[in-house]
């Protein structure tokens, strides 16, 4: 077992290869215990997709792995820095995309990025440039200058998404990317992830969309009820859920107890083809 006494500065050089490590990491509300001791490491250069059930835990894990929550009891470490230790090191590693987008409606996309670029000491000339780029990636160029409250759901996501990466982080964080985006800007999205670790960054995504998690995620772990039921590659998920050549959909619908839900799906599908 982890021994969570050691010291805050050894952690760094124990944990430089995982770019996210939680270790016995709780979050309780009262007496509801959301998050139940997770331990899971992210190594660097990797798409870590995190699934589970509505109210399985999943969107109070990211927030706290984005430092938006605070864990009940036990540590989160990005790159190495420990969030209750070091919370602004660590931060300044997160790109944080979360599953709405809540953005200020009375600036401008380009005012918007500027500020999130100064929020991370980033002002200038440089990260000007990259807002624009982003911008221009996302077809929001000509939006630079209008008011956010004027942004379609589906701009609004863009944005949010151009935000998080504004400051050149070292990790992403984000729950349901493609929520509200057009075909084009969810390929360019998946594109951006899969270069973004490619060059060595990690991301940590959470979808209901399965098939975006099978294609795109290295490894998976499925929560329920605040605790990882399963965990690893696609081949090793059909291991643990002895699913022979299934797809993520039949493993997640074993191994959360929903199995029923797969004979009425598959009912269903004979009846239409009748």
Not at 57 to 81: C, N, Q, Y
Not at 214 to 233: F, H, K, L, P
Not at 236 to 264: P, S, W, Y
Request: glycine share 10%; aromatic share 6%.
């Amino acid at each position: 077992m982890t021994d969570l006494r050691t010291d805050a500065a050894e952690a760094p050089a124990r944990h430089a290869a995982d770019m996210i490590r939680l270790e016995g990491v709780v979050k309780r509300y009262g007496r509801f215990t959301a998050v139940a001791g997770l331990d899971l490491a992210v190594p660097r250069g990797e798409i870590f997709g995190f699934l589970g059930p509505n109210g399985a835990g999943k969107t109070t894990t990211i927030r706290m792995v984005a430092g938006v929550l605070r864990p009940s009891e036990g540590r989160i470490f990005i790159g190495g820095d420990d969030l209750s230790v070091d919370p602004e090191a660590a931060k300044a590693r997160v790109g944080y995309v979360p599953d709405r987008p809540y953005l200020y409606e009375k600036l401008s996309g380009g005012e918007f990025l500027r500020f999130v670029a100064g929020l991370w000491g980033k002002e200038g000339p440089e990260a000007e440039e990259r807002a624009d780029r982003l911008l221009e990636l996302f077809q929001l160029t000509d939006w630079k200058n209008e008011l956010i409250e004027s942004y379609s759901h589906g701009m609004r996501q863009k944005l949010l998404i151009s935000s998080a990466l504004i400051h050149q982080p070292e990790v992403i964080v984000v729950d349901e990317p493609m929520v509200g985006l057009d075909p084009r800007s969810a390929r360019i999205l998946k594109d951006l992830l899969r270069t973004f670790v490619s060059r060595g960054g990690s991301v940590f995504l959470s979808t209901h969309t399965l098939e975006v998690a099978e294609a795109m995620c290295d490894r998976i772990a499925i929560i329920s009820e605040g605790r990882i039921i399963a965990r690893g590659t696609m081949e090793q998920l059909r291991a643990q859920a002895d699913a022979g050549g299934a797809h993520l959909e039949e493993i997640f619908l074993k191994v959360t107890g929903t199995e029923a839900m797969a004979d009425v799906i598959e009912s269903l599908k004979q009846a239409v083809e009748r």
